[in-house]
């Protein structure tokens, strides 16, 4: 089952911050979190594990709500850096990393 | 330096014929993955690979065929019967580990168009 990303796109300014969601309708055993540049590779973020914290990576870090099976991605006090299109990637199930992605959400950050 | 290298970068397929998409990684990586990404959407396995000689169907592997005979090359065929081919295509590696806290490293990505 392919999760729900919110927002599809977000325009910031730079120095605001956002927050995107990744909603499963299945239990979830881990979430990954990626970022993709137009015609690049998607680069790796985070993975959130059931039972484990909220993680963190520069000025992003992430939370996955066990009980809502969902995961939120902060992004704090945005770069232009930080444009581009992230994906979360969930498992049902511990597959070892067979992951279902999102259709992600677009976000771009102006000067 | 270690990484996953895709080539081409470019292909073009003609009505009928079979293209091979390489993929090879230097990561001494056990499990790898073939990923479709049409435009504005997200990531769809294709195939994955957790060891050498097995490999398991993922969500939309009809016209896709793939190979593991060795560690670092798991090459994706996408054969005529794939009838709209047109789209980003995306190799990934990592660790096996029988856990999930192992993030995927991906390739630059293999744009296939029809001519």
């Known amino acids: 089952q392919q999760p729900v990303q919110s927002p599809q796109a977000v325009i910031l300014r730079e120095g605001e911050d956002a927050v995107i969601n990744c909603s499963s309708s299945k239990a979830l055993y881990s979430v990954h979190w990626y970022r993709q540049k137009h015609g690049e590779a998607p680069v790796f973020l985070m993975i959130?594990?059931?039972?484990?914290e909220q993680k963190g990576h520069e000025k992003i870090s992430a939370s996955f709500n066990e009980k809502k099976q969902q995961s939120s991605l902060y992004l704090t006090a945005s770069q232009l850096s930080y444009s581009g299109t992230y994906f979360c990637g969930t498992e049902i199930e511990a597959s070892g990393s067979r992951l279902t992605f999102g259709e992600g959400t677009q976000l771009t950050v102006n000067p | 330096d270690g990484g996953i290298t895709q080539s081409p970068k470019y292909l073009f397929r003609k009505e009928g014929q079979n293209v091979t998409l390489s993929c090879e990684q230097n990561l001494n990586h056990d499990a790898m993955y073939w990923y479709r990404q049409d435009p504005g959407q997200g990531l769809r396995l294709i195939y994955y690979?957790?060891?050498?000689?097995?490999?398991q169907k993922g969500d939309i592997a009809e016209g896709y065929s793939v190979s593991r005979e060795k560690k670092e090359s798991f090459p994706l065929t996408v054969t005529s019967a794939q009838k709209n081919p047109t789209a980003f295509y995306l190799c990934?590696?990592?660790?096996?580990?029988?856990?999930?806290?192992?993030?995927?490293?991906f390739g630059d990505g293999t744009r296939l168009s029809i001519l």
């Open positions: 990934a590696s990592s660790r096996w580990a029988g856990t999930s806290n192992q993030p995927q490293h």
């Open positions: 690979s957790q060891i050498v000689n097995d490999f």
């Open positions: 959130l594990l059931k039972g484990g």
